[in-house]
């Protein structure tokens, strides 16, 4: 099993900067995809960034230059670096850890943008 903990949210001004980290356990963590999705109060959750086990990074095309998905793998450590945050970025933030059909979530962390 894989437990997946989120930090790094908190309350900034819109044009700000946060940088979400992602711990997952596990010994074979590089083998893993994984995704930071959002959810604000009343909307769905939606996925912000990805990045397979090969690199290959995609975003939300509201987060598109703004936001960076990285990882590494020797800390088990996933990243989301965000920039020029805007009050719409609000949201629960939440990480993904998958491998195949297998899919493990954390808790959140929640970022407020507001001034």
């Known amino acids: 099993q894989v437990q997946v903990v989120e930090s790094g949210g908190g309350l900034v001004q819109p044009g700000g900067s946060l940088r979400l980290s992602c711990a997952a356990s596990?010994?074979?963590?590089?083998?893993?995809?994984m995704g930071w999705y959002r959810q604000a109060p009343g909307k769905q959750r939606e996925l912000v960034a990805h990045?397979?086990?090969?690199?290959?990074?995609n975003y939300a095309d509201s987060v598109k230059g703004r936001f960076t998905i990285s990882r590494e793998n020797a800390k088990n450590t996933a990243y989301l670096q965000m920039n020029s945050l805007k009050p719409e970025d609000t949201a629960g933030y939440y990480c993904?850890?998958?491998?195949?059909?297998?899919?493990?979530w954390g808790q959140g962390t929640q970022v407020t943008v507001s001034s």
């Open positions: 993904k850890a998958q491998l195949a059909s297998l899919n493990y």
């Open positions: 596990g010994s074979i963590f590089r083998r893993y995809d």
């Open positions: 990045i397979t086990s090969g690199d290959r990074k």
